[in-house]
């Protein structure tokens, strides 16, 4: 059990331009979820997949926002047009739909600054 | 999702018992109590979840009374290590909606 693990660690991106976040699921997890963190703050949900099924999103997600899980494996996040107020750490987990579904495991996260 | 009430901070000094109380008066008949552990710069890490009555693991007891309108995490002999952010969560379902937290300081 390798954990799941998010690239980059760390992003600095100007205003305006598109990122692109990876996040690799343990391996036999079906589930997994995308988060926002900002400072102070408890995570915000953004979406969920079970396997390659997005099935959640939240208003939070704007359209710039898009989330997939091609395979039902790794999933990305893009945000485009990126605002300043898109700053935060970006934090992906997974479980198991065999699981109670609050034991999730969550990545290192994702450090996002938009200048 | 029931909305979840929790200290904004604790003080505590190694090897004390801390106790985190977090209210949740209107939890469904459905919903489960799960507690998280973070550190800064770090996820969220899983520590603890039940229904009714107590539960206990090898890092903390979680105790909810019959009306389930609370439950408190109980963390034995807590160290330095134990400086953490400690979320209290209610409900069912995968919408996970995390509070601000408890921000717990362990002191020397």
């Known amino acids: 059990d390798t954990g799941v693990s998010q690239d980059p660690r760390h992003k600095i991106t100007k205003r305006g331009q598109n990122v692109t976040f990876r996040c690799d699921p343990i391996s036999e997890h079906n589930r997994l979820y995308w988060y926002r963190q900002t400072l102070g703050q408890g995570p915000e949900f953004l979406t969920y997949?079970?396997?390659?099924?997005?099935?959640?999103k939240s208003r939070l997600l704007s359209d710039r926002f898009s989330a997939e899980r091609p395979k039902g494996s790794f999933s990305t996040l893009e945000i485009q047009r990126t605002e300043q107020g898109d700053s935060a750490m970006y934090l992906c987990?997974?479980?198991?739909?065999?699981?109670?579904?609050?034991?999730?495991?969550f990545g290192p996260g994702t450090r996002l600054t938009v200048t | 999702l029931a909305k979840t009430t929790q200290p904004i901070s604790m003080d505590s000094y190694e090897g004390q018992e801390v106790n985190i109380t977090c209210s949740h008066n209107n939890i469904a008949t459905n919903d489960y109590i799960t507690w998280y552990q973070q550190f800064p710069s770090q996820g969220p890490r899983f520590i603890i979840q039940g229904y009714k009555t107590k539960v206990t693991n090898e890092v903390a007891s979680l105790f909810i009374p019959a009306d389930r309108k609370s439950s408190t995490l109980s963390l034995p002999r807590v160290s330095l290590s134990d400086t953490a952010v400690y979320y209290c969560?209610?409900?069912?379902?995968?919408?996970?909606?995390f509070g601000a937290g408890t921000r717990l300081f362990v002191k020397a």
């Open positions: 969560l209610v409900g069912g379902g995968f919408k996970t909606i």
């Open positions: 987990a997974s479980s198991r739909s065999d699981q109670g579904s609050y034991e999730q495991y």
């Open positions: 997949f079970q396997n390659e099924a997005q099935l959640e």
